[in-house]
């Protein structure tokens, strides 16, 4: 499995996991098989899809997904491989999230057996609030997977379910065994606090985007200083976001193409993938890179075999610039 974060769950994580973020449904079974031939044991997916901020934000075909919605694939990929013999359930760690749609309180069981039953699986290693702030409930039998938009289209309609309403519900996920850890992505040091005052079992992880123009240092001493695991999504900055037509995207220097990187990659004889990737392990983070290409996945993979200088560390760190791409704002508005 390789390296891991002991949850405050008492559950322990694997460090270098696989996103499945934008994995292609058509493809998604074959790459999780893959992955998991590769080593991966830590899949992120979610049941989220996004199709219809495409003519809202992006200027890409309208036949291009940009979100998860491909949770019955992986589920395919993870039963062949155990079929095969390559794992055993207990073997891999799991993770979904509960979509703002479902955020009411009679609403996240039901959402979480769904996408078990998509995965195929009997329980979840971790299970998320994907977003803060619960819209109203969409009926899977009108749209499956969900969006932002309570139309599919452009309207937005809120849910006054508050979050302590929500977390009631995801702690009792654990309690009848669907998920064996509860957590929180996208959420902010406010929010974690008031959450703190008042849940029974606290969140165990923590996901965010972070990368080197997003550092986020007092969010992460917060999760330290609480046991709260944290998780890096977008390890790459503004790659993952550039089919977006996000223009602060489109205006920064890549990450695999910036001077330091690249010169850290020479340094360390190593890819700038594995630079960004271990300057967040390093500092004790978890991570999920996505890659369909298989001598791509054993690098993100071999990103905890070498150790970077502090002043290194420091220097990459040093880049934060705090510049946020996925919010709600980006696509919701």
């Known amino acids: ?11 322990e994580m694997p460090q270098v996991g696989f996103g499945l973020w934008k994995v292609d449904n058509s493809t998604a079974a074959d790459t999780v098989y893959n992955a998991i031939k590769t080593g991966y044991r830590l899949f992120d997916g979610a049941c989220a899809q996004l199709p219809e901020i495409l003519s809202r934000v992006a200027n890409v075909l ?20 155990i079929k095969e013999g390559i794992v055993k359930r207990e073997d891999l760690f799991i993770t979904s999230k509960l979509w703002p749609v479902f955020e009411d309180g009679d609403k996240v069981e039901p959402a979480c057996r769904r996408s ?9 290693d971790l299970y998320l609030i994907h977003f803060p702030g619960a819209l109203k409930y969409v009926d899977p039998a009108v749209r499956y997977p969900p969006g932002w938009h309570y139309d599919g289209k452009s309207t937005i309609v809120r849910s006054n379910t508050p979050l302590h309403v929500t977390w009631a519900s ?37 996901q965010i985007e972070h990368h080197p123009y997003l550092v986020q240092q007092e969010l992460l001493n917060l999760c330290k200083a609480e046991g709260i695991a944290v998780t890096a999504y977008s390890s790459f900055g503004p790659a993952s976001f550039l089919e977006f037509g996000f223009k602060h995207a489109q205006a920064l220097v890549p990450l695999m193409k910036d001077d330091l990187i690249t010169s850290l990659a020479k340094k360390y004889n190593k890819q ?11 500092r ?28 290194d560390i420091d220097s990459i760190t040093s880049k934060d610039a705090g510049i946020r791409f996925n919010q709600p704002s980006n696509v919701s508005n």
């Open 116 to 124: 078990l039953a998509d995965w195929g699986l009997e329980y979840f």
């Open 284 to 311: 004790g983070l978890a991570v999920i890179p996505k890659t369909v290409r298989p001598e791509v996945m054993a690098q993100n993979l071999d990103c905890i075999g070498f150790d970077l200088e502090q002043a």
């Open 170 to 206: 995801m702690e009792g996920l654990v309690s009848k065994g669907l998920t064996r850890s509860i957590g929180v992505s996208n959420f902010q040091a406010q929010l974690i606090y008031d959450m703190l005052r008042y849940a029974t079992i606290p969140p165990a992880a923590l």
């Open 272 to 282: 700038p993938s594995q630079i960004l990737l271990r300057w967040a392990t390093q």
């Open 62 to 81: 309208a036949s291009v997904t940009l979100d998860y919605g491909n949770e019955k694939e992986c589920g395919e990929g993870v039963a062949r491989a």
């Open 1 to 11: 499995m390789g390296p891991t974060i002991k949850l405050s769950s008492g559950y």
